[in-house]
């Protein structure tokens, strides 16, 4: 099964580029078969990461950004791929 973790997190206004420096700065404990980094209008940065795993097995994920980076906290989604084109 294919497991795709989601992380997504808006940054303190202006300041979206350090949030997807610190992104792409961040090590994963593993190898994910696919890691994409996304950005958006509003300083907004979404990481995923794609696993060949269980639904609901362990897998490491990014941490919350320091707080004084970010306008709230993280949003993190998890989904099981049902269908490839």
Known sequence: MTVALMWEARAVSGRGGE???WARAQPLDGTPLRREILRAPQDRVLFITW??????AELPELPEPDGDLVMRA???WRFESVAAH
């Open 19 to 21: 949030l997807l420096a």
């Open 51 to 56: 696993w060949d795993a269980d639904y609901d």
């Open 74 to 76: 993280v949003h993190r």
